[in-house]
C-alpha cells in the first residue's frame, strides 16, 4: 500500500461509526492498516444501526487485474437497478404538485450517488416550501416504489453476475437510498439473498463522498477495506471507495467514462465487469 494511501486509511477509519460512536474495534482497525489484530466472531449480516479497451479520450484505460478481492461492494442505484431515471420522475411528481415544477433549480446528475436528504435538504434550503422534509420524503419515496414496480429496472445480465461473483466471496451493498427504498428494490427477483451485508446512508454520519458508507460495509463483513472491491456508477461514489482505500470500478450506466475517471478501472457492460473480476468472457 502506498504512503499516500495508507494516510487516507488512518484517516478515514478514525471516523467510523458506529450508530453514530467511534469504532474501537482493535481487529478491524488494525486490519483497516495492515496490522494483524485479534480474532473476532462472526460479522453482522445486515446493517441497520474481450481484450479490454480503452475508455474515451481523457480517461483511464479499463485495468486489467489479477487481485483476488475478499468481498465485493455493490452500489445500488444505477448499477444493480436502472433507477436514476426514475428517481428523478418521483423527485419530478412531487416537485410539480408542490408548485415548482419549473423552478425547482435541481440538477438531477450532480446528485448521482447521493441521499434524497440531501437533494431535499439543498431544495428546501433554497425555496423554503411549506412541506416538511419528512413529507417530501414520504411522498417521494411512495411515487418511486410505484415506478419500481411498474417497470422493474433490473440492469441485463445483473443478477446472473452477482450469483457467480457470490460463489467467489460475499457481497455487499452499500447504497445511498434509504432503507424503504432499498428494501424495495431488493425484493426484486429475489436480490436480497445475494447480499450478506446491506448499509444505507441512514446507517452512517456522513453520505459519498465521504468514506463512512464503506468503512462501516468493511467492518459489518469483517474483511479489511484494502481487500474490497467496489462496484460504482457516480463520481461522489468513486471518491467515497477511493477515500476508503478500496479498489473501486466505475460503470457508465449513468454518467460518461471522462466523469468517472479517478475510479481504479472504467467498463460501459456487465460483460467488461465480469471478464475484469472473475477473466471470464
Given at each position: 500500500m502506498t504512503a499516500f494511501r495508507r494516510a487516507h486509511l488512518d484517516t478515514a477509519t478514525s471516523g467510523i461509526t458506529r450508530s453514530g460512536a467511534p469504532v474501537s474495534d482493535p481487529a478491524f482497525i488494525g486490519r483497516c492498516r495492515g496490522r494483524a489484530g485479534p480474532e473476532v466472531g462472526a460479522p453482522v449480516v445486515v446493517s441497520r444501526c474481450a481484450p479490454f479497451r480503452q475508455t474515451q479520450e481523457g480517461s483511464s484505460p479499463m485495468k486489467p487485474t489479477t487481485t483476488k478481492y475478499e468481498a465485493f461492494i455493490f452500489d445500488m442505484d444505477g448499477v444493480v437497478v436502472d433507477s436514476e431515471p426514475l428517481h428523478e420522475r418521483a423527485f419530478r411528481e412531487v416537485l410539480g404538485e408542490i408548485g415548482?415544477?419549473?423552478?425547482?433549480?435541481?440538477?438531477?446528475?450532480?446528485?448521482?450517488g447521493k441521499s434524497d436528504v440531501v437533494v431535499w435538504r439543498d431544495?428546501?434550503?433554497?425555496?423554503?416550501?411549506?412541506?416538511?422534509?419528512e413529507e417530501l420524503l414520504a411522498r417521494k419515496e411512495k411515487k418511486f416504489g410505484a415506478l419500481l414496480q411498474q417497470e422493474e429496472p433490473i440492469f441485463s445480465g445483473l443478477?446472473?453476475?452477482l450469483a457467480k461473483l457470490s460463489a467467489r466471496g460475499p457481497l455487499a451493498l452499500a447504497s445511498g437510498s434509504r432503507h424503504p427504498t432499498i428494501n424495495a428494490v431488493l425484493a426484486l427477483r429475489g436480490l436480497r439473498r445475494f447480499f450478506r451485508v446491506i448499509v444505507s446512508s441512514e446507517d452512517v454520519t456522513h453520505g459519498k463522498p465521504a468514506p463512512d458508507i464503506f468503512l462501516r460495509t468493511a467492518e459489518l463483513l469483517n474483511v479489511a477495506p484494502n481487500e474490497c472491491c467496489v462496484i460504482?456508477?457516480?463520481?461522489?461514489?468513486?471518491e467515497a471507495a477511493l477515500a476508503a482505500g478500496m479498489t473501486v470500478i466505475a460503470i457508465t450506466n449513468s454518467l460518461p467514462a471522462e466523469k468517472l475517471s479517478r475510479a481504479t478501472s472504467v467498463v460501459e457492460t456487465y460483460e467488461e465487469l465480469e471478464q475484469l473480476l472473475l477473466g471470464s468472457r
Open positions: 415548482y415544477g419549473r423552478t425547482h433549480g435541481i440538477d438531477f446528475p450532480a446528485y448521482y431544495f428546501i434550503a433554497r425555496h423554503r416550501p411549506a412541506q416538511s422534509l443478477p446472473e453476475l460504482e456508477d457516480s463520481a461522489s461514489g468513486v
